[in-house]
């Protein structure tokens, strides 16, 4: 291989480590889930420039809080599988160098958001940069069992912006989808604490599961999921969604409320908690891709 060709290779591989720190699929689910709260407020009759502001502020104050935590983190990312070849776990990366593109990706997405959305939007993301970074990542999460739930509340708030960068307010619907994503996380996040609990307690996170014991996660992880159908219910009766919505959405709740259930006789962890975080994956997906499509007012 050229000396040429390597430096590309190198180029490409660094390139790929500033987008890790990222989390790019986070990024993709919850720039989703804004649009999806943006379209619910808008009803079909959308202002495209308006969106894009939304999206790319939603985005940098993301991927600011991921890298953050990436930055905090990078200690207990070594001690995990799952996580050992971060790139500051590696040393491929600098903490000065992180440090400084967090802070400039949480400057520009909030500069987007106070300055071309509005101040509520820029308030709000503010907000769910506190929770991840403060809250969750530096208190909470090497503390206490509560880091899943209280953390839920950074990851309900992309669709709360998308949602207020149109109405302006913090209504009914802002506050239903919070509840969506705020009911939907812990169980998704505390599927996957199941499958890998001995990494999670040999890096030292205390985890419910870690903490409490997988069979008390299981209960716990029942009320968050059964939660979810009032919610969208509520939705429909609302107006701020059709009835295709409602049935779609009651169905796929019922399902994964079920598989929940189910856990309290699993015999099989992994293999439950495998099934539950694909259902819950599929589940979120699903719902907010119908929620789309059935916005009240829809000109078809």
Known sequence: MSELSLQRTGGIALLRDWIQLTKPRILQLNLFAAFGGYWVAAKWVPDWPLLVWVLLGTAL????SCVMNNLWDWKLDQKMERTKNRPLA?????????LLYALLFGIAGEWVLFWNVNL???WLGLLGMFVYVVIYTMWLKRSSTWSTSIGGISGAMPPVIG???VTGELDAGAWLL???LFLWQPAHFWSLAIRRVEEYRAAGYPLLPVRKGIARTKRQMIPYVVLLLPTVVLMYKLEYTGISFAVVALLAGVIWSLHTLSGLKAKNNEKWAKTNFLLSVNYL???????ILDTTGRPF
């Not at 104050?61 to 600011?64: E, K, Q």
């Not at 590696?90 to 992180?98: D, I, N, P, W």
């Not at 997906?285 to 929620?291: A, D, N, S, Y």
């Open 61 to 64: 104050t993301m991927a600011s």
């Open 90 to 98: 590696t040393g491929r990366l600098k903490k000065g160098g992180v």
């Open 120 to 122: 509520l939007c820029g």
């Open 163 to 165: 949602y207020c960068a």
């Open 178 to 180: 919070f509840a969506l």
């Open 285 to 291: 997906m699903i719902v907010f891709l119908v929620m």
